[in-house]
């Protein structure tokens, strides 16, 4: 029987959907898949261009703020010498007497102690690790680490770098103990303490050991004093000007204590 046109036009349409169905049902899920993943970096580009833009506005606040923040971090740094010796608080102690009635029969320097070391690592990171011995006999310690410095934080697709990348000036603060044994009058002691507070360099006073002696009527006892120092900076150490203090005076006040260096 021979088929009219008609359905045959009917047959070959409904082949044609039946292909269509089955293309369809076989590259729709990748199609969907594809345009997730479109939609995900399309979503991320937007959030990335939405920040780009808030740091772009904030960028004079940022620039205004990293000036303010650098010249407060100047003036601080101003108060404190780059280094602290034996000499510096001897002849500082010699000054006192030039500028008071205060007088001090010895000093006591101790060593420095390191309060603050900007860039220390933790004590967790800092431990070593414990050792293990591979079958060649040589030593192992934990798994090795990358040849490149894939390790490190890598800048974001913004080009931002993360905080750990920030390389920090290697800033460490020291506190130097001073001890003085002095005799003096109550209103001197007063301007001493003043002056020591004061004074261009970093340092305060610790503590006070005083006894009222009767037959002078002046305090007798001795004064404390931690001097503070930070290395790392633009500075460098100046030697102090003994001024007129002639060469080979033993010595200036009686008693000098000072550790020997370890």
Do not use: C, W
């Not at 000093?107 to 102690?113: D, L």
């Not at 001493?192 to 004074?199: F, H, R």
Request: proline share 5%; aromatic share 6%; glycine share 6%.
């Amino acid at each position: 029987m021979k088929l009219q046109p008609k359905y045959i036009k009917g047959i070959l349409y409904g082949v044609g959907v039946l292909i269509l169905l089955i293309v369809i049902a076989l590259i729709k899920p990748s199609m969907d898949e594809k345009h997730d993943q479109l939609q995900a970096a399309h979503d991320e580009l937007a959030a990335s261009v939405a920040q780009l833009e808030e740091l772009e506005a904030n960028a004079p606040t940022y620039e205004a703020k990293t000036k303010e923040y650098q010249e407060e971090d100047n003036t601080i740094l101003a108060e404190f010498p780059a280094e602290v010796r034996a000499e510096d608080v001897i002849l500082y102690a010699k000054e006192i007497e030039n500028t008071s009635e205060m007088k001090i029969s010895s000093v006591g320097v101790t060593t420095s102690n390191l309060l603050y070391a900007m860039n220390a690592a933790p004590a967790e990171a800092a431990a070593p690790a414990e050792e293990e011995t591979a079958e060649d006999g040589t030593a192992e310690t934990g798994e090795a680490a990358p040849a490149d410095a894939a390790a490190a934080p890598a800048a974001n697709s913004l080009g931002m770098i993360d905080e750990s990348m920030v390389v920090k000036p290697d800033y460490n603060l020291y506190q130097m103990p001073v001890s003085y044994d002095v005799k003096s009058s109550y209103r001197d002691l007063k301007t001493v303490i003043s002056d020591i507070l004061e004074d261009a360099d970093k340092q305060n006073v610790s503590g006070l050991t005083l006894n009222f002696d009767q037959e002078t009527g002046n305090l007798v006892g001795s004064l404390n004093v931690n001097r503070y120092y930070v290395t790392g900076t633009e500075k460098e150490y100046e030697n102090p000007d003994a001024g007129n203090i002639k060469k080979g005076t033993n010595n200036i006040f009686g008693t000098i204590e000072s550790p020997a260096a370890e």
